[in-house]
């Protein structure tokens, strides 16, 4: 059994801030039907709030992480967020490190909310799937004008203030073939960090947690390729792409950090406005419900059944995956992706739908990924080096984390760099 105690600290915390409230109509989004008009804006209660706050904290052990998502989370206003880091700072323990990330449309962002969130470090995900063209076919409000413009001032407002923050694109019919435009347009606006989301025909609150997707495996492995020549950059790339840098993280003898290629599924609490909670952002319905924050203890949650049951689906891979040459890189990707099947004696499970997709995308990348992965090592080496740290030993691990001996690993790497 999977036992959660008030010495766990490595839970992170997803609350969707205002539900499905949203100021624009996305048409292909899996989460809020508001149609671009939220009405009057229900937030997280505050004594729920202060209550999971106080608990979590508790049990952080050091880290407590944070993501305020929606829906439009900033729709709650910046007392909310007031409210959050106050909280935050009256219930955590000495020396704690606290961070908090937000999801947002970009089109609410100002001066004074930049600010805020520079002041507080916050990192921020902006929505945003192309140039203006492609943006605004699909992300549009509710009288239907697109909503680049807005988003792009919103950008604008968090580099005034020196904020964090990525871009977030969602792939779909309309883009899917654009990998070249867009990473041209992500170089040219100096988008430095980028992840980009499949599009699916999905909706979280229903019980069948798959959902149908609306590009092809064929068409999204396509545009991985595409867009990795451009990523790749003659073995430097300047541009941080999600998927390759977890693909680069395998290379270099680190666990990926996207959930969907790791070995096991995160820990990780998926809070509703209300309270409810879930394991997973794509699980949110009555069949996956852990409890309320509310008026549940959080310790009692993170112990639910329910939530054993779901840290099991993802280690249960398919026959395909146990004897997939790519297994260290995608684990099987995403248990949402994969179609299951539950018997009296067994359970039959199918690949991810974008198995295909991966094995394209691994087998095209995979020289020039060995030589971004040998160049990362040059640099590490040679940042050891300049501290004044002594070297290991030839039969020494070396400090790469490959498990390889020094001398039979980054010691090559001394006279390319020029030192020994």
């Known amino acids: 059994m999977t036992c959660f105690t008030s010495n766990h600290g490595s839970i992170g ?92 449309n970009g089109t609410l962002l100002n001066d004074e909310i930049a600010r805020f969130l520079k002041k507080y470090n916050f990192l921020v995900g902006v929505s945003l799937d192309g140039p203006k063209g492609i943006n605004d076919a699909r992300r549009i409000t509710g009288s239907g004008a697109g909503s680049f413009e807005r988003v792009m001032r919103g950008i604008d407002f968090l580099r005034k203030h020196e904020v964090d923050f990525n871009i977030l694109t969602v792939i779909h019919e309309n883009n899917v073939n654009m990998a070249k435009e867009l990473m041209e347009f992500y170089q040219r606006e100096k988008f430095t960090f980028v992840q980009f989301i499949p599009c699916m025909d999905f909706r979280a609150q229903e019980t069948d947690a798959k959902g149908d997707y609306l590009i092809t495996p064929e068409e999204y492995g396509a545009f991985l390729c595409e867009a990795f020549d451009i990523w790749y950059n003659d073995g430097n790339p300047i541009t941080s792409v999600r998927f390759f840098d977890n693909m680069l993280n395998v290379y270099v003898h680190r666990e990926a950090e996207l959930c969907v290629h790791r070995k096991s599924c995160p820990k990780t609490l998926i809070l509703e406005k209300n309270g409810d909670a879930y394991p997973c952002d794509f699980f949110i319905n009555d069949q996956y419900k852990i409890g309320n924050v509310g008026t549940d203890s959080l310790v009692d949650i993170l112990n639910s059944p329910v939530y054993e049951e779901f840290l099991k689906l993802k280690p249960n891979l398919p026959k395909q995956c146990q004897s997939c040459q790519y297994i260290d890189l995608c684990h099987g990707g995403c248990p949402r992706n994969r179609t299951w099947s539950f018997g009296e004696d067994e359970t039959l499970v199918d690949v991810d739908y974008f198995c295909q997709s991966y094995k394209q995308i691994y087998a095209y990348a995979h020289e020039r990924m060995e030589i971004v992965a040998e160049n990362i090592k040059k640099r590490w080496l040679q940042e050891y080096i300049n501290t004044g740290l002594k070297l290991p030993n030839r039969n020494d691990l070396c400090i790469c984390g490959s498990g390889k001996k020094f001398k039979k690993c980054c010691e090559a790497f001394q006279n390319v760099i020029g030192t020994k």
């Open 13 to 104: 915390v997803m609350w969707k801030t205002v539900s499905e409230a949203c100021n624009l109509a996305c048409d292909y989004c899996y989460y809020s039907r508001c149609g671009g008009k939220p009405g009057k804006i229900n937030r997280i209660d505050d004594a729920v709030l202060e209550k999971f706050i106080k608990e979590y904290m508790a049990i952080s052990n050091g880290a407590a992480k944070f993501a305020w998502q929606g829906g439009e989370p900033l729709l709650a206003g910046l007392d909310f967020f007031e409210k959050v880091v106050e909280l935050q700072a009256k219930y955590a323990p000495p020396h704690t490190m606290i961070s908090n990330s937000l999801q947002t």
